[in-house]
């Protein structure tokens, strides 16, 4: 069975700190692979998106994450984090072949303090 | 364009007593999700709609649980009779059909608050 683990459950940093949160999954097949955010008193939205290729991605707001398949990670990293990226972060992966339900990690609380 | 809704927001009922929990999908978006959030946990998988069919129903946790699409179009969840495991967020997703492999992207929808006394 395909499963998500995310290793840090809170994380808090100063304005301009770098983040890098951290994303391991486990399955046997291919997989896509995602990142979710939910801002506080907003709808879960995605970050960005793994399907195939380039293993480091772009997504909105200048987060970026990188997929290492000898790792079965897919950490997300932002240089320099900003106030307004305050929320939960949810690492997700649903398989490339069958049914596409999402798997989601147990989220990444993050606060940003000015 | 108007994005996926829910309704209620939130719901307090309890032990034994019946809620339907609704989901309209963006228009147009074949593939409709529900998923499940217990406090302090993994947001989990219950079931996915192609139009009106069930295609994987494997994460509804018992037949206390019964969705329905009917016509394709929105979606309801009935939970009855409703017990205090049953607290959590449901939130609903849709996704169009075009892209093979599990690419298209899911759209979520604020989620039902749904408390169990």
């Known amino acids: 069975a395909q499963s998500v683990s995310q290793h840090n459950h809170h994380v808090i940093l100063s304005e301009a700190a770098s983040l890098e949160l951290g994303c391991n999954y486990s399955?046997?097949?291919?997989?896509?692979l995602f990142w979710y955010v939910q801002y506080p008193g907003q709808h879960l939205q995605l970050l960005l998106k793994?399907?195939?290729?380039?293993?480091l991605v772009k997504g909105i707001k200048g987060f970026e994450a990188e997929f290492i398949k000898s790792k079965f990670s897919f950490n997300l990293r932002k240089p320099s984090v900003q106030w307004s990226d305050t929320a939960e972060y949810f690492c997700?992966?649903?398989?490339?072949?069958?049914?596409?339900?999402?798997?989601f990690g147990t989220g990444t609380r993050l606060l940003v303090s000015p | 364009e108007a994005g996926v809704t829910q309704f209620p927001s939130h719901s307090v009922i309890e032990k034994g007593q019946t809620v339907t929990l609704r989901c309209d999908p963006i228009?147009?978006?074949?593939?409709l999700y529900w998923y499940r959030r217990v406090m302090g946990k993994e947001i989990k998988f219950l079931l996915h709609?192609?139009?009106?069919?069930?295609?994987?129903e494997s994460g509804m946790p018992n037949n206390r649980f019964l969705a329905e699409r009917t016509g394709g179009t929105y979606s309801t969840l009935k939970v009855q009779p409703a017990e205090l495991e049953d607290s959590g967020v449901y939130f609903c997703?849709?996704?169009?059909?075009?892209?093979?492999?599990?690419?298209?992207?899911?759209?979520f929808g604020p989620g039902t608050r749904l408390t169990v006394l």
């Open positions: 228009s147009g978006h074949d593939n």
């Open positions: 997700a992966v649903n398989a490339q072949t069958g049914f596409q339900k999402l798997v």
């Open positions: 793994y399907f195939s290729g380039d293993p």
């Open positions: 997703a849709s996704s169009q059909t075009g892209l093979a492999g599990g690419r298209n992207e899911q759209f």
């Open positions: 709609f192609v139009k009106e069919s069930k295609q994987d």
């Open positions: 399955y046997g097949g291919t997989v896509n």
